[in-house]
């Protein structure tokens, strides 16, 4: 049971720090949503269920009850996050926010030089 | 009329700077507050009022006079918004899709204009509705969202929770609701009217407790005077509950007024 959970931990501090170092390391808006949506997603999946796990060690009825919350949580967020990532990346588009590419910026570097 | 009330709010302003002078000083160990009022509250406020969260019972049955003013702000602000800014000018131009053909029609006239039904929808002039994901999630989402608000409004004496922060939590599905779909889809469900009516009642319901209480030979707002009706047990929670509904009704109706008219800019039709 503690395996379990230590695993789920860890799994989940490594989404974590992907998706911390993605956000600080990736070009543009679109491109930062990508790791904020997905990585923190399934960070959030992992622990909470391995502290969901840590928490039936002394398993009774409030316990459980307390794991059915958190794991209720996981299921909420698991919907809200991917759609509200959507609903930004919908509004960056309606804004006029072009998205990043190699070669436009190559472009600009190349007439700057000029 | 504009330089009296200019005077007036100058006036009022000035006071109530020169009544903070008066105010301790933050955090001062030798005010009432701190040298009485506290230890009171947390020594005594389990036995008085058999509610265990200490803040309910301090905010709602100590000071209760204190919030149901602040309630009546609440409802203030709903009223000052809608004074400032309702325009019911009618709107000139209408825009409908045809929804087989996709064709959009711009209908100049105000007399003639088109029943939105199967074939025409109606749509706003610069918000397009966002599409099928984000309408479905929200869709879904909403009704647990409703259910949370009321959890937080009725648990509000045996947890942290109560009628404001539920009535926050309520007040911002119905904006999800508006911003997920349109305006229109929000005003066809909850009209001003209703909310107009919800965010006084709200502040009724509680004074209404308030003055009950008083016909039934109590203080004001002094809820163990409803033990011959609701019975002994717990009598100040159910009191605290009762006035916590009315605080979360006033806030969730001031809620969506104000954004409903800070959107539309007044004029009810569209906005995000």
């Known amino acids: 049971m503690n395996f379990f959970v230590v695993i789920c931990l860890c799994i989940g501090f490594l989404f974590f720090l992907g998706g911390t170092v993605g956000i600080i390391r990736m070009p543009d808006f679109y491109t930062r949503l990508h790791p904020a949506g997905k990585l923190d997603t399934l960070g959030l999946f992992a622990m909470v269920s391995g502290l969901a796990a840590y928490n039936l060690h002394h398993f009774s009825l409030s316990t459980l009850l307390l794991s059915v919350k958190m794991m209720l949580i996981v299921f909420f967020v698991l919907h809200s996050i991917p759609t509200a990532t959507q609903a930004i990346v919908d509004a960056g588009m309606r804004a006029g926010l072009s998205p990043f590419t190699r070669k436009k910026t190559s472009q600009l570097q190349g007439t700057g030089e000029e | ?272």
Request: with cysteine; net charge negative.
């Open chain 2, 1 to 272: 009329m504009k330089l009296l009330s200019l005077i007036v709010v100058c006036l009022t302003g000035g006071l109530l700077l020169y009544g903070t002078a008066d105010l301790p000083d933050w955090g001062d160990p030798n005010t009432p507050a701190s040298l009485h009022l506290s230890k009171y509250y947390i020594e005594n406020a389990i036995r008085d009022t058999e509610v265990p969260n200490l803040v309910t019972a301090v905010l709602a049955d100590y000071r209760s006079i204190d919030t149901m003013l602040e309630t009546a702000v609440v409802f203030c602000a709903g009223l000052a918004c809608f004074m400032l800014l309702r325009d019911f000018t009618p709107k000139k131009d209408h825009y409908y899709r045809h929804v087989p053909s996709g064709v959009i029609l711009h209908v100049k006239n105000p007399d003639r204009q088109i029943i939105a039904g199967n074939e025409f929808e109606d749509m706003d002039k610069e918000w397009l509705p966002p599409d099928t994901i984000i309408k479905t999630v929200c869709r879904m989402l909403i009704p647990f969202i409703q259910i949370y608000a009321l959890y937080v409004v009725a648990h509000g004496d045996f947890s942290p929770g109560g009628g404001f922060q539920g009535g926050v939590i309520l007040g911002s599905s119905f904006i999800l609701l508006a911003i997920s779909y349109n305006l229109k889809y929000l005003l066809k469900r909850v009209s001003e009217k209703f909310l107009g009516i919800l965010s006084a009642a709200g502040v009724l319901v509680y004074m209404g407790i308030g003055l009950a209480a008083m016909v039934l030979g109590g203080n004001f707002l002094d809820y163990e005077k409803y033990a011959p009706i609701f019975g002994e047990h717990h009598i100040r929670a159910l009191g605290m509950l009762g006035v916590e509904i009315g605080v979360g009704m006033s806030v969730t109706a001031v809620m969506v007024i104000i954004y409903i008219n800070i959107v539309s800019e007044g004029k009810h039709d569209e906005g995000l």
